[in-house]
């Protein structure tokens, strides 16, 4: 079904399409009203769904008229593919195809812009209009810098002057445009010799130069590898990284220089042609061409020593060229010249002293058993002590002739007899070479007969390179500290290790330890260490893990250290308290200052940031607060009569900057102490009274003692009790102790005024008490009012001893209890008196003796409360 309806569109569709062909030929388009054009704006990629724009409203148009419009795209095109239109409210939406304005427009320049034009046509006939519609793409910054080449190299000779400017000629391209493209170029190591300069061209090119700030030297250090940062303008900026290989070329900066500038060399007159006499070496500190060395004669050497001795131009190697003729003592001096380009000769001295042959020289002939090229013994400096270099057989000696053999020069060396066989001699070595101390030495061995003759025989070893070192970190622990909330990629440190091997063997790679965290970056060639992402102190105030230094030999050693990154604190928490809020229980007239309550409060940050102060927001004229135990308190004795409950904000702000701070809700509920005595509401005077008709039945309630107390709980619960009773009968009246309410216990026979002292008491700690007399006057009418006045306890009387002395009157006033004073009295003197208890006690009893008399007394009064 949907298909159909579908197709059934398309082929709508396809009649409008004629429909506007027509119209296109048959209305002449001259009518502002039939054509609009209208400009949005949006940014590449956006989701689907997001508003481009209304045409609808944009041209003001009414949706509500009948036939309704209906807005079509005009025939498909690739660019629509990126947007919806609305056919019946004429808004345009992002599809489903994401926008990416680097490849829409990638044939287009920055400053054409890039921009989908859209023509929709607005339906039936009597509406048509056909509306130009361009959609400009702005850019985003979704694009990281990238270089073209994952290592650059600059060739810098060593002699550049300091400013000099080199072009990094690969610089980092950036489909973005505008301030989204590549901005700034940085290096991550400048070594303290380099920094970067940026040039823009004409077209607005941005091009790197190198420049150097400090004199380079080559045969100092050969070479610099770094990495360069291409940052574009975005926020956040993006980075793109190359490897920039700076390396110095060489200059003719240095000239040769002989190792030894005079040779002193002895021959026999009848030495052989061709043998060498000696080998003069020079060197040069340059490189390639710059360090190429010719050994040539001097001018000043005579054309008879150049047709006898021969120079080797390349090696230095002088050799006896032709016969001598003399075989008596003569002397040649021959002056030798290294030469090198554009430098002044170095001159050597050679003299060749030609000694008279008595029965001929001895004869060396050295047999190798190392490996030996071009008179150069090559040794790996894994050899153990003692190991044999070459053999040196001497011959043309007489049987009876005494030589010595001996072996002249530095180094670990010795020429010993061979197993006692005569005139063979072992060179070897006393102990392990080291190539990293010394890689070559120049040796003679030296054979003198008895005769006085003597053969100089050089010898040479080169030392071999094996990866017998481990590289070695600058520092075994590397501490590192690093502010909390870092943004991600951070910087930490470049790790440096060196190898002393050479070439491959020496060059050192590096790695992070099994232990460490995955959100740590290690850069195996420059060493540089990043974060990948936010440190969080309060997670975690320390990381320590292994990095290791690998070399490239074999087999390949490495060595470790240690890394320690403390991450430094920043005021990101604010102040917690352990509750959300908090409840004291006090009770009242709790003495002023005293201890409420504690309230502890945390702050994860550290140092300052983590210090709190505790406020009082509101209540400050009633409590105070103690900042350093957070102890709340109250300037004043609390009543809970006047207030039971307070209710007071306290606010903690922490010692950062800015300062951060949270806020607490206490509670404070007073707990009622028994300090009020009931107060009697009914009857209202002692001097009341009450008419009771003689005839009224027993059991019959007569009237009610009715009182109040301001405390709560049990100190709030009253008891009624009758303590005294005067005139008429005894026993003739009861009260109910929960209710207060006064009955009738036996008949009346009896008339006249009966007087009760009731007793209204709480249940508190101590026991607070009221007293109130109830006048029951018992006749059958109140005839004369005069006579019952006088018979009315007097005020008088009342204070003056009807009231028992232990209890108290009904308007609060409480009369001491003795007793009580007197045993406070009497346990404060005998823990006082303890030394001098004979005494104390003597003192006591009399004291006892004199006190006890008013407690008899009021006890006496209190007797006919126990008979009611």
Same mark, same amino acid.
């Given at each position: 079904?949907?298909?159909?309806?579908?197709?059934?569109?398309?082929?709508?569709?396809?009649?409008?399409?004629?429909?506007?062909?027509?119209?296109?030929?048959?209305?002449?388009?001259?009518?502002?009203?039939?054509?609009?054009?209208?400009?949005?704006?949006?940014?590449?990629?956006?989701?689907?769904?997001?508003?481009?724009?209304?045409?609808?409203?944009?041209?003001?148009?009414?949706?509500?008229?009948?036939?309704?419009?209906?807005?079509?795209?005009?025939?498909?095109?690739?660019?629509?593919?990126?947007?919806?239109?609305?056919?019946?409210?004429?808004?345009?939406?992002?599809?489903?195809?994401?926008?990416?304005?680097?490849?829409?427009?990638?044939?287009?320049?920055?400053?054409?812009?890039?921009?989908?034009?859209?023509?929709?046509?607005?339906?039936?006939?009597?509406?048509?209009?056909?509306?130009?519609?361009?959609?400009?793409?702005?850019?985003?910054?979704?694009?990281?810098?990238?270089?073209?080449?994952?290592?650059?190299?600059?060739?810098?000779?060593?002699?550049?002057?300091?400013?000099?400017?080199?072009?990094?000629?690969?610089?980092?391209?950036?489909?973005?445009?505008?301030?989204?493209?590549?901005?700034?170029?940085?290096?991550?190591?400048?070594?303290?010799?380099?920094?970067?300069?940026?040039?823009?061209?004409?077209?607005?090119?941005?091009?790197?130069?190198?420049?150097?700030?400090?004199?380079?030297?080559?045969?100092?250090?050969?070479?610099?590898?770094?990495?360069?940062?291409?940052?574009?303008?975005?926020?956040?900026?993006?980075?793109?990284?190359?490897?920039?290989?700076?390396?110095?070329?060489?200059?003719?900066?240095?000239?040769?220089?002989?190792?030894?500038?005079?040779?002193?060399? *002895?021959?026999?007159?009848?030495?052989?042609?061709?043998?060498?006499?000696?080998?003069?070496?020079?060197?040069?500190?340059?490189?390639?061409?710059?360090?190429?060395?010719?050994?040539?004669?001097?001018?000043?050497?005579?054309?008879?020593?150049?047709?006898?001795?021969?120079?080797?131009?390349?090696?230095?190697?002088?050799?006896?060229?032709?016969?001598?003729?003399?075989?008596?003592?003569?002397?040649?001096?021959?002056?030798?010249?290294?030469?090198?380009?554009?430098?002044?000769?170095?001159?050597?001295?050679?003299?060749?002293?030609?000694?008279?042959?008595?029965?001929?020289?001895?004869?060396?002939?050295?047999?190798?058993?190392?490996?030996?090229?071009?008179?150069?013994?090559?040794?790996?400096?894994?050899?153990?002590?003692?190991?044999?270099?070459?053999?040196? *057989?001497?011959?043309?000696?007489?049987?009876?002739?005494?030589?010595?053999?001996?072996?002249?020069?530095?180094?670990?060396?010795?020429?010993?007899?061979?197993?006692?066989?005569?005139?063979?001699?072992?060179?070897?070595?006393?102990?392990?070479?080291?190539?990293?101390?010394?890689?070559?030495?120049?040796?003679?061995?030296?054979?003198?007969?008895?005769?006085?003759?003597?053969?100089?025989?050089?010898?040479?070893?080169?030392?071999?390179?094996?990866?017998?070192?481990?590289?070695?970190?600058?520092?075994?622990?590397?501490?590192?500290?690093?502010?909390?909330?870092?943004?991600?990629?951070?910087?930490?440190?470049?790790?440096?290790?060196?190898?002393?091997?050479?070439?491959?063997?020496?060059?050192?790679?590096?790695?992070?330890?099994?232990?460490?965290?995955?959100?740590?970056?290690?850069?195996?060639?420059?060493?540089?260490?990043?974060?990948?992402?936010?440190?969080?102190?309060?997670?975690?105030?320390?990381?320590?893990?292994?990095?290791?230094?690998?070399?490239?030999?074999?087999?390949?050693?490495?060595?470790?250290?240690?890394?320690?990154?403390?991450?430094?604190?920043?005021?990101?928490?604010?102040?917690?308290?352990?509750?959300?809020?908090?409840?004291?229980?006090?009770?009242?007239?709790?003495?002023?200052?005293?201890?409420?309550?504690?309230?502890?409060?945390?702050?994860?940050?550290?140092?300052?940031?983590?210090?709190?102060?505790?406020?009082?927001?509101?209540?400050?004229?009633?409590?105070?607060?103690?900042?350093?135990?957070?102890?709340?308190?109250?300037?004043?004795?609390?009543?809970?009569?006047?207030?039971?409950?307070?209710?007071?904000?306290?606010?903690?702000?922490?010692?950062?900057?800015?300062?951060?701070?949270?806020?607490?809700?206490?509670?404070?509920?007073?707990?009622?102490?028994?300090?009020?005595?009931?107060?009697?509401?009914?009857?209202?005077?002692?001097?009341?009274?009450?008419?009771?008709?003689?005839?009224?039945?027993?059991?019959?309630?007569?009237?009610?003692?009715?009182?109040?107390?301001?405390?709560?709980?049990?100190?709030?619960?009253?008891?009624?009790?009758?303590?005294?009773?005067?005139?008429?009968?005894?026993?003739?009246?009861?009260?109910?102790?929960?209710?207060?309410?006064?009955?009738?216990?036996?008949?009346?026979?009896?008339?006249?005024?009966?007087?009760?002292?009731?007793?209204?008491?709480?249940?508190?700690?101590?026991?607070?008490?009221?007293?109130?007399?109830?006048?029951?006057?018992?006749?059958?009418?109140?005839?004369?009012?005069?006579?019952?006045?006088?018979?009315?306890?007097?005020?008088?009387?009342?204070?003056?001893?009807?009231?028992?002395?232990?209890?108290?009157?009904?308007?609060?006033?409480?009369?001491?209890?003795?007793?009580?004073?007197?045993?406070?009295?009497?346990?404060?003197?005998?823990?006082?008196?303890?030394?001098?208890?004979?005494?104390?006690?003597?003192?006591?009893?009399?004291?006892?003796?004199?006190?006890?008399?008013?407690?008899?007394?009021?006890?006496?009064?209190?007797?006919?409360?126990?008979?009611?």
């Amino acid at each position: 079904m949907w298909n159909t309806k579908r197709g059934t569109c398309l082929h709508s569709k396809g009649e409008l399409w004629g429909l506007f062909i027509l119209l296109l030929y048959t209305i002449p388009l001259s009518s502002s009203s039939n054509f609009s054009h209208l400009i949005y704006k949006i940014k590449e990629g956006l989701p689907k769904g997001t508003l481009i724009g209304a045409i609808s409203a944009d041209l003001k148009l009414d949706l509500s008229v009948s036939p309704p419009r209906s807005f079509n795209l005009e025939l498909k095109t690739a660019r629509q593919q990126y947007v919806n239109l609305n056919n019946t409210t004429g808004e345009l939406f992002t599809s489903a195809v994401e926008i990416d304005r680097e490849a829409l427009c990638a044939e287009s320049h920055e400053g054409q812009g890039c921009a989908i034009s859209l023509d929709v046509l607005i339906l039936p006939q009597q509406y048509f209009q056909l509306v130009k519609v361009k959609i400009i793409i702005e850019d985003v910054n979704d694009n990281h810098p990238h270089f073209p080449v994952g290592e650059i190299r600059v060739f810098v000779p060593e002699n550049a002057p300091v400013n000099a400017r080199f072009a990094v000629e690969q610089s980092a391209v950036d489909p973005d445009i505008g301030i989204h493209c590549v901005q700034t170029y940085w290096l991550a190591n400048d070594y303290g010799v380099f920094t970067l300069d940026v040039e823009e061209n004409e077209g607005g090119e941005l091009t790197p130069f190198l420049i150097i700030t400090e004199s380079l030297d080559r045969e100092t250090q050969a070479e610099y590898v770094t990495d360069i940062i291409a940052e574009d303008g975005g926020s956040p900026p993006l980075l793109g990284t190359a490897t920039l290989r700076i390396i110095i070329t060489d200059v003719n900066d240095n000239c040769p220089k002989f190792t030894e500038s005079l040779v002193n060399v *002895t021959i026999y007159g009848n030495a052989t042609k061709g043998m060498q006499l000696a080998r003069l070496q020079a060197y040069d500190r340059d490189e390639g061409a710059n360090a190429l060395i010719t050994y040539t004669f001097s001018e000043r050497v005579t054309q008879e020593s150049r047709n006898l001795f021969h120079l080797d131009t390349n090696l230095g190697v002088l050799k006896l060229a032709g016969k001598i003729e003399n075989n008596g003592g003569k002397l040649y001096k021959l002056i030798v010249l290294a030469n090198g380009p554009t430098c002044i000769p170095e001159v050597a001295t050679v003299n060749v002293h030609v000694i008279k042959q008595l029965s001929g020289p001895p004869v060396v002939i050295p047999r190798y058993i190392a490996s030996e090229k071009d008179g150069v013994v090559s040794l790996s400096e894994s050899e153990p002590a003692f190991s044999p270099i070459a053999f040196f *057989t001497i011959k043309n000696t007489e049987p009876q002739q005494k030589i010595e053999c001996l072996l002249e020069g530095a180094g670990p060396f010795r020429l010993v007899p061979y197993e006692r066989i005569k005139n063979e001699y072992l060179l070897e070595t006393t102990e392990p070479l080291d190539y990293e101390q010394q890689q070559d030495y120049e040796m003679v061995v030296v054979v003198r007969n008895s005769h006085g003759l003597v053969v100089n025989t050089i010898v040479k070893v080169h030392v071999l390179d094996v990866n017998d070192n481990a590289p070695v970190f600058k520092q075994s622990f590397i501490e590192i500290t690093v502010e909390e909330n870092n943004p991600p990629n951070t910087f930490l440190a470049q790790l440096q290790a060196t190898d002393a091997d050479s070439e491959r063997r020496g060059e050192v790679y590096y790695l992070l330890g099994a232990d460490a965290p995955t959100i740590f970056d290690l850069d195996r060639s420059t060493g540089v260490l990043t974060v990948s992402t936010s440190l969080d102190r309060e997670e975690k105030e320390t990381y320590r893990f292994m990095v290791r230094a690998v070399d490239r030999g074999t087999p390949r050693k490495e060595s470790i250290a240690t890394v320690i990154i403390t991450v430094q604190d920043r005021n990101d928490n604010s102040p917690r308290f352990i509750n959300k809020d908090f409840t004291f229980f006090v009770p009242e007239n709790f003495p002023g200052f005293g201890e409420i309550g504690v309230l502890t409060v945390t702050d994860a940050d550290a140092g300052e940031n983590g210090w709190v102060a505790l406020s009082i927001l509101n209540g400050s004229d009633i409590f105070v607060i103690d900042t350093g135990r957070g102890a709340l308190r109250a300037k004043t004795s609390l009543d809970r009569e006047q207030q039971g409950t307070y209710y007071v904000w306290i606010e903690a702000i922490d010692g950062g900057e800015p300062a951060l701070s949270c806020i607490t809700t206490v509670t404070v509920l007073l707990l009622d102490v028994n300090d009020n005595p009931p107060t009697v509401l009914f009857p209202q005077s002692n001097q009341s009274y009450m008419l009771v008709l003689p005839n009224t039945l027993p059991g019959t309630s007569i009237t009610e003692v009715y009182a109040v107390d301001r405390d709560t709980g049990m100190n709030a619960v009253i008891a009624y009790s009758i303590i005294k009773r005067t005139d008429g009968e005894p026993g003739s009246f009861d009260i109910d102790p929960y209710t207060g309410n006064i009955t009738l216990r036996k008949a009346l026979s009896n008339r006249g005024l009966y007087s009760l002292w009731v007793k209204v008491r709480d249940h508190g700690q101590p026991e607070l008490y009221s007293t109130v007399l109830v006048n029951l006057f018992v006749n059958e009418t109140v005839s004369n009012e005069t006579l019952i006045q006088s018979l009315l306890p007097r005020s008088v009387d009342i204070d003056h001893g009807e009231l028992p002395p232990d209890k108290k009157g009904r308007k609060g006033e409480q009369v001491p209890n003795m007793c009580g004073e007197y045993r406070v009295l009497l346990l404060a003197l005998t823990a006082t008196c303890l030394g001098l208890f004979l005494i104390v006690v003597s003192l006591v009893t009399y004291i006892c003796c004199k006190r006890r008399k008013p407690k008899k007394k009021r006890s006496d009064i209190e007797i006919p409360l126990n008979s009611l």
